[in-house]
């Protein structure tokens, strides 16, 4: 997997939007970022992922540089259940159902 | 529709003894693994398999092993527990059908799983 460095916490009001970076700087031209979140004692949720453009679905957007460098993942309107570490991830995608390497992440607390 | 299912919740258990973590998916993903969270870590691969019959090491795959006889089953099997394998535990599943993309994983809700 490619590294990656993400800042170890964030803080964000309710109602206003998050935006979480990503460092991916060794980033080969297939390989996908993914992004993964865990609320406290829960598993893994899925959130998105993306190859070179821009994605959105209905939990979040995803903003890739031209690069590839670097990433950002955007919660538009944070509520307090957005409270989670979040992990960016840019696993091999040479072989398939490939084992996903999970870091720190990012813990974001979103504030009241 | 259940996703993935995990048994025990939560489990203690006496060092030395066998302990099998169950694992159950429905949604006919030909891949599945089994992670370890400490805190601090994050989560760690174990064991996975891409597809029943076949299985493979992750990043800390001792003391531990795993079989796939079937889609929808993956069980982890602790031989002889030890206290460092205190931990929780998170099996997942993924499927894709283009081989060249690594797909998204599904997490079950874990087992907490303590040693003594």
């Known amino acids: 997997d490619a590294k990656t460095t993400q800042p170890p916490s964030m803080d964000c009001a309710e109602g206003r939007a998050a935006n979480l970076p990503c460092n991916h700087s060794?980033?080969?031209?297939?390989?996908?970022v993914y992004w993964y979140r865990q609320i406290h004692s829960q598993g893994p949720q899925y959130i998105i992922h993306?190859?070179?453009n821009n994605e959105t679905n209905e939990m979040a957007s995803l903003i890739i540089t031209e690069d590839r460098k670097s990433s950002t993942l955007i919660l538009p309107h944070a509520t307090l259940r957005d409270t989670a570490v979040y992990y960016c991830?840019?696993?091999?995608?040479?072989?398939?159902?490939?084992?996903?390497?999970f870091g720190t992440g990012t813990r974001l607390t979103i504030i009241p | 529709i259940a996703g993935i299912t995990q048994a025990p919740t939560s489990q203690i258990l006496a060092a030395g003894r066998r302990m099998t973590l169950r694992c159950t998916q429905d949604?006919?993903?030909?891949?599945m693994y089994w992670y370890r969270q400490d805190l601090g870590l994050g989560l760690r691969l174990i064991h996975y398999?891409?597809?029943?019959?076949?299985?493979g090491k992750g990043e800390v795959p001792d003391g531990y092993s795993v079989s796939r006889a079937n889609t929808d089953d993956f069980p982890l099997t602790l031989a002889s527990a030890v206290p460092s394998q205190t931990s929780v535990y998170f099996c997942?599943?993924?499927?894709?059908?283009?081989?060249?993309?690594?797909?998204?994983?599904?997490f079950g809700p874990g087992t907490r799983l303590t040693v003594l």
């Open positions: 993306g190859l070179k």
């Open positions: 991830i840019v696993p091999l995608s040479n072989f398939g159902n490939e084992k996903l390497t």
């Open positions: 997942a599943s993924s499927d894709s059908p283009d081989r060249a993309v690594a797909d998204t994983q599904y």
């Open positions: 060794t980033i080969s031209g297939n390989e996908y």
């Open positions: 949604m006919r993903h030909n891949a």
């Open positions: 398999s891409n597809t029943a019959g076949t299985t």
